[in-house]
């Protein structure tokens, strides 16, 4: 199963080689990651998706937390969250397709943000799902190139996790 | 007050205790050497970077202090790998302090410069590059915190040339906070008392202790807790010194060389207690057929070992010394459970009676050539009970465990977790430093003797008395084992073609050899090795192809052994 984690570490040096490398050296999997500091500047967040059974992701769990460099790992599965990740696709854009593109770029709330006779470059913020479900739609016009950010997320309510 | 920062580095080391350092000079951290020659911090040479590595882990394997080496960048760096890795798969706590390439000219590819940081990363339990001198003291403080609490391990300290020689203002911090690691000492009473209610149901219990139990210190109340229910302990390699062996209760080894009756025990028994243990593969055997008919408690103080390779029923966190204390006194409570619990698993231990006199340990015992296992059944009748055992790899480390039945915490000193050969006469050495009066022992295979034999040269420069086994098969037996049962016979590079004068090496170094290969002169020899000052090599020719047994075949069940004839 799919799982998305949000572990906030120190902001320090090495510190994503010491995340990466302990997925990398016990064979557990990163589909994707993304790190960046927060409102404390000596706090990183690093968002990853992952996958695996009950067991390895226990693992993964405890194996996050036992890292020096590691404060607080939260698994959002099974929790109300926000999700978001960023896209840009560029995609060939001539002639009947054109519009076409921008209709479908409409129905998704995506943008346009950049334009050549040739091609649109579409930005578009969402769940994955949304994400992917925008590709399938561009896939025939001919795709040229996706650039996508991986889901950062957020607990739904009021209260906010430090950092 | 202002200092550069190799003083810093020694003053520091002297707020932490430390007298006594392992280590090999280089241009990377020649300032430190310079401040240490009017230091009385104590600095043992050995003749290589692996061999200070393991010297400072037997110093803290047998006294539970933290064990400090320094080695110079690049090649002295990379030469520690081994041992820190050693020290890492047994929770050694160690501090490992390496010169780098000053700051400027890190990622350079400059002359000796190696990412000690990045090699070290899996190996190590925490490392730091020190950038600024400013954070060196705090560095080392935090170093040598995370080194010897919660699970221990070693922690490694790059620290550049220029940060050496800069000065800033010194003041050692009195505490210590990270907010990213803080261990779990005390056990949660309420498992605690969900343990004691499933030991009390139990008819079947088995103890399945491992390193944690000396780690923690706890091997009073392991015994307290093993008496009051009289529950049968089995050992791993790692715990062999932390239950008496020749305690009623216990079951010696389990695993792949184990005990037929400790791993008929673990096999059958209904409640598998695993405390301080990992179940290694070496241990477990097929894990599908491990302890299959029994409810699992695991206690340990590092989280990431429990459920990591078998379902545990109930886990507890906590420091072993914590957890079992708590645990006697829960039991002690109900004396009357306590007696019920005694009478119901009188059945149990004596079928485990029965299995031990079916198939007690022991070897076909020769009167015209030299068995291993009487070798090291000599060694324990003529030393004291205190004395310090190290071992390297292969089978006459199996026999030392099996056969050597120690009877005092900390006194079996082996690489366990790597199996690094070449471990055991650099662990005597720092043994030997940390205890001068106490007889220390390497008992060593002809193969493993050959990694790290350049430290006779360091026993007989610092006089350290150690005294050195070889069980000299005039194989790498252990290899040589398996390709018998499991190869056909194909001895593939595991025959040392070349005699060697184990005898002549000793002498060359200083030091006294001593050789036989007549059964008649075993006690004789280690006799006059024993009265001899200063170190000693015992070279025995034993039969060479002795197998250990019992023996668990890779992918079997640890209850398909086979058995010696
Ligand atoms: C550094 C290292 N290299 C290789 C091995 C694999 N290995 C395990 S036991 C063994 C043979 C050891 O031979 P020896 O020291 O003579 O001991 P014996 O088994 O003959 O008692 C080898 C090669 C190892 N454990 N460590
Ligand atoms: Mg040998």
Redesign the interface.
Known sequence: MKHTISVLVENEFGVLARVSGLFSGRGFNIESLSVAPTLEPDLSRITLVTRGDDRILEQINKQLNKLISTIKVIDFTGEEYVERELALIKVSAEAESRAEALRIVDIFRAKVVDVTPKSYTIEITGASAKIDGLIELLRPMGIKEIVRSGPVVMGRGAKGTAG | MELTGSQILLESLQKEGVDTVFGYPGGAVINIYDDLYDSSIEHILTRHEQGAVHAADGYARCTGKVGVIIATSGPGATNTVTGIATAYMDSIPMVIITGQVPTPLIGNDAFQEADM??IT??CT??NF?V?DVRDLARTIKEAFY?ARTGRPGPVLIDLPKDVQVTKCKFKYPETVS????KPTYSGNSRQIDKAAKMLLRARRPVLYVGGGINLSASNAELLKLAEITQSPVTTTLMAMSGFPQDHPLCLGMLGMHGTFYANMSVTDCDLLIAIGARFDDRVTGRIDSFAQKAKVIHIDI???T???NVAVDLPIVGDLKDVLGKLCDKLSEQAESLQKLVKNTAKWRETIEEWKQAHPMGYESSDTIIKPQFVIEKVRELTDDNAIISTEVGQHQMWTAQFFQFSQPRTFLTSGGLGTMGFGLPAALGAQVAFPDRQVIDISGDGSFQMNSQELATLVQYKLPVKIVILNNNYLGMVRQWQQMFFDRRYSQTVMELPIDFVKLAEAYGATGLQTSKVADVEKIIKQALETPGPVLMEFKISREENVLPMVPAGKGIHEMVLAS
């Open positions: 940081c990045g990363r899996p339990k925490h590059l950038k995370i990270l907010r990213g690691y590092d989280p990431t429990i459920k990591k």
